[in-house]
Every structure is written in structure tokens, then in C-alpha cells.
């Protein structure tokens, strides 16, 4: 499994400037080990959980903060609201659709933070309802919510996607490389 590392994860993503403010609004969670933990589970493609979360939050409390929005709230519930805690790809189990790991998870990773932390109500919104509008009956009261799951919604794809681009391209340069020969 990869070594864990923060700023070279954020460093990917914003390549000018790491904000310490960032750092210090998630410093606490990114020490706790259930958190660290997430850095065993895969989500998207080859990108693990933590990995996952830490685009999120971070580009999330940056979209916050040109809004003027809370930014600290959003950048907590960012890191945590995958905070599920196993790796659902392996989860085999036959179950009815609207009990499946995409309609579930935000339940489990608000009662995994709620567990190890203390959670305001916009951080509990975020958490709870950034699978909107899949999970349509939970829609998101904040402006903050909305900024998170419209980023994890983002980085979901690109990180479900980008593998399988990989390998069209590659197929392709071959393909492109055989016929040239």
C-alpha cells in the first residue's frame, strides 16, 4: 500500500500554494488513525479513500472559501464523508438496490465521525446527504453540502474514468504503432 502522505497528495492538486489554514482546519482528523486507515481502501479506479477524500476536501474548501461559505466545516466533512471503513468492492452480499454501499455509505461514515468526533450541523449535512441525488430523499441543506457533493461528484468520475482512459490510449498507441510498422 502506498505511504501516506498529505502534502504530496494536495501538492497534486493545487500545485502553487498549500494553505496552512487548510492544514490547520484538519490537522486533528488527518492524526486519528481511523482516518489514516482509510489509506488501506481503494474507492476510485486506483485512487485510495484517503486519497479520494483529501482532493475533496481540499478543492471543496477552497470553492468555500471564494464563496464565502464556511470553509473549515467544509473542509472537515470533505475528509470524512467517505469515512466508511471497508473496502466496498468486496462486498459481495446480495442486497436490494437501496441497500447497497452507494446509498448506504453516508449513514456509515456519519456514524464512524460522529464517533470520533465532535461534528457541527453543516458537517453532519455534508456527510449525510453527499450522495445527492442518488439517495434523492436526502437533500442537502447547506450551500456547503452542495459544494461537496458537487466536488466528490467531480472527483468520482475522474478518478473512475482516468484507469480505464489509460488503458483506451495505450490500446490505441498500440494499435496506431502495429499498423505504422
Known amino acids: 500500500m502506498k505511504e501516506f502522505d498529505i502534502q504530496k497528495i494536495?501538492?497534486?492538486?493545487?500545485?502553487?500554494?498549500?494553505?496552512?489554514?487548510?492544514?490547520?482546519?484538519?490537522?486533528?482528523?488527518i492524526e486519528n488513525d481511523a482516518v489514516k486507515s482509510m489509506k488501506n481502501f481503494i474507492q476510485h479506479g486506483t485512487t485510495t479513500t484517503l486519497e479520494h477524500c483529501l482532493k475533496v476536501s481540499y478543492v471543496s474548501y477552497k470553492i468555500a472559501k471564494k464563496l464565502n461559505l464556511d470553509a473549515k466545516s467544509t473542509a472537515r466533512a470533505g475528509l470524512l464523508h467517505d469515512l466508511f471503513l471497508y473496502d466496498w468492492h468486496k462486498v459481495k452480499e446480495k442486497k436490494p438496490l437501496f441497500k447497497k454501499h452507494g446509498f448506504t455509505h453516508p449513514q456509515k461514515a456519519l456514524e464512524n465521525a460522529c464517533k470520533y468526533f465532535h461534528l457541527n450541523d453543516i458537517e453532519?449535512?455534508?456527510?449525510?446527504?453527499?450522495?445527492?441525488?442518488?439517495?434523492?430523499?436526502?437533500?442537502?441543506?447547506?450551500?456547503?453540502?452542495?459544494?461537496?457533493t458537487s466536488v466528490d461528484k467531480y472527483y468520482s468520475t475522474i478518478e473512475t474514468f482516468e484507469p480505464l482512459a489509460s488503458k483506451i490510449k495505450e490500446k490505441n498507441f498500440q494499435s496506431k504503432k502495429n499498423y505504422s510498422e
Do not use: Q
Not at 500554494?17 to 490547520?24: F, M, N, Q, R
Open 124 to 148: 453532519k449535512d455534508i456527510i449525510a446527504k453527499h450522495m445527492w441525488p442518488l439517495t434523492f430523499r436526502k437533500i442537502p441543506k447547506y450551500k456547503e453540502s452542495i459544494v461537496v
Open 10 to 29: 494536495l501538492s497534486d492538486i493545487d500545485k502553487m500554494y498549500l494553505d496552512d489554514e487548510y492544514i490547520s482546519y484538519i490537522s486533528d482528523l
